[in-house]
């Protein structure tokens, strides 16, 4: 998919059923601007047209994001709508999410990494959520965040802004790899999601957000339907047949 104007803020290109979104506004480190924010929303809506197995979230520059355009916020009235939206699409999205991070983030930019499901990042990518510095709180992006990381674990670096590194926010569960070749793991995750039956994926996906919600009880029942119905259903003779054939199933047989 081309870019649309000389302007474009984010790029966004479909490959063999994945969806990579690109932030690409260097002159302000992908700071979360009014027209990048509008730029990701279509990405995705991109990303859902064509029912993409995976979407990847990556950058140019040496910045993922810098948070919050603190010049555009300074000249126009507060509006946290499309940026909530932009989180809630990559929580809820039934396909996987993965941030592929290769440089620093900051503030808000923390958020947009967090509401992805998987997070890749270089080895020396480093972190700060530095809203109390400028007077505000990590208040829109303690929803993700609180959703992977305790909060006991990140009060220090949310009430002092402080920078950390890439093996700490591991350590505490904001990421999930670290790696010095971010790209090619990102591939190996994309591959591994492309191995797995398409609904299969989106229901591992749902159930990691829903189990925890739930009592024990209800859990189990809601689990017990779900597995009798995937067990039952064409996903499984697919992958059942080629287990036993000992090859690697064909999911595209389901496309008919």
């Known amino acids: 998919m081309a870019d649309s104007a000389p302007d474009t803020l984010v790029r966004t290109e479909i490959d063999d059923g994945v969806a990579t979104i690109t932030l690409d506004s260097q002159r302000n480190r ?140 591991r350590s505490i569960g904001l990421i999930t790899h670290v790696s010095d070749d971010v790209a090619g793991q990102v591939a190996a995750l994309v591959e591994g999601i492309r191995a797995g039956a398409p609904r299969a994926v989106r229901e591992t996906k749902a159930l990691l957000r829903s189990v925890p919600e739930l009592d024990r009880s209800a859990a189990f029942s809601a689990m017990g339907a779900l597995s009798d119905e995937l067990f039952s259903g064409p996903e499984a003779t697919i992958g059942m047949a080629a287990f036993r054939e000992k090859r690697r199933p064909d999911w595209t047989q389901l496309d008919g």
């Open 30 to 169: 992908n700071a979360l601007s009014t027209q990048l924010i509008a730029e990701l929303n279509a990405g995705i809506d991109a990303a859902e047209a064509v029912d993409a197995r995976a979407i990847v979230l990556r950058h140019e520059g040496p910045a993922f994001c810098a948070g919050a355009d603190l010049k555009e916020r300074s000249d126009q009235p507060a509006d946290s709508t499309p940026f909530v939206s932009i989180l809630e699409r990559l929580m809820d999205t039934e396909r996987p999410t993965i941030a592929a991070v290769d440089g620093a983030v900051r503030a808000g930019g923390i958020g947009l990494m967090a509401a992805c499901d998987l997070v890749v990042v270089n080895t020396a990518t480093t972190f700060a959520l530095t809203e109390v510095r400028i007077g505000v709180a990590a208040a829109i992006i303690s929803v993700p965040i609180l959703r992977r990381v305790p909060s006991g674990k990140i009060a220090a670096a949310m009430l002092t802004g402080e920078v950390f590194d890439a093996d700490e926010a």
